[in-house]
């Protein structure tokens, strides 16, 4: 079946790392996708990883996949308050498919 | 205006009324979606339209009923709701047969149902 499980809050200071973790049970999965909320607003595409990639750079933000644990994480490096929000992993399946499977989401807090 | 537009951005409404949402991409795209996110529960994706055509219908109460008379413009017509279907509504757009293909979300609409 299709999950995708990750924590709901996570809290860091101002100049720190965030890594937002995430878990998924399909290993059909094609992409896995970063989002992210802010309050009032929908979801905004972050970044998105390529399955037979380990990792992938985008500035302030690394995604790294663990295909075989089925593990995906995004880190932010010299996390500012501008980055308060929640975050949401999402898989695809296949290439075709139109769904995405989504997590609960993680909310971020940054304290100055 | 670029993006996805929705509108209203929020929406109060007795179970007697019937109201619609709209929904306007201006990216291009082939496909659009109405998503519904509730507090505490995963993004629920209630109807896909490809190339103006529904492809998904998850179980949805027929009491939301979508329209989508081009491939720009969608909309969610409601009638008869109950409490429980206060939520925030996602319109999404994306490139169907891209291999790449990416949602693009509006900023939604935020229903109360009194």
């Known amino acids: 079946g299709e999950d995708v499980e990750q924590s709901l809050f996570l809290s860091v200071r101002e100049g720190d790392s965030s890594v937002i973790n995430c878990t998924y049970t399909?290993?059909?999965?094609?992409?896995l996708y970063w989002y992210k909320q802010e309050p009032g607003a929908g979801l905004q595409l972050l970044t998105y990883?390529?399955?037979?990639?380990d990792m992938k750079q985008d500035q302030r933000l690394t995604v790294l996949l663990n295909k075989k644990d089925k593990h995906l994480s995004l880190r932010i490096a010299d996390t500012q308050t501008g980055d308060s929000a929640i975050y949401f992993c999402?898989?695809?399946?296949?290439?075709?498919?139109?769904?995405?499977?989504f997590g609960k989401g993680t909310k971020l807090s940054v304290i100055p | 205006e670029t993006g996805v537009t929705q509108t209203p951005r929020h929406l109060v409404m007795g179970m007697t009324n019937k109201k619609s949402l709209k929904c306007e991409q201006h990216?291009?795209?082939?496909?659009m979606y109405w998503y519904k996110q509730s507090a505490k529960k995963p993004l629920e994706l209630m109807f896909v339209y490809s190339l103006e055509e529904r492809v998904e219908n998850n179980s949805v109460p027929s009491r939301f009923s979508p329209e989508c008379p081009n491939s720009s413009h969608l909309f969610l017509h409601l009638h008869t709701l109950q409490p429980e279907d206060s939520a925030l509504y996602l319109c999404?757009?994306?490139?169907?047969?891209?291999?790449?293909?990416?949602?693009?979300f509006g900023s939604g609409t935020q229903l109360s149902v009194l």
């Open positions: 399909d290993s059909s999965s094609t992409y």
């Open positions: 990883i390529f399955s037979n990639m």
């Open positions: 999404a757009s994306s490139q169907i047969m891209d291999p790449n293909e990416k949602l693009f």
């Open positions: 990216l291009g795209h082939n496909a």
């Open positions: 999402a898989e695809k399946i296949g290439a075709g498919s139109y769904q995405l499977t």
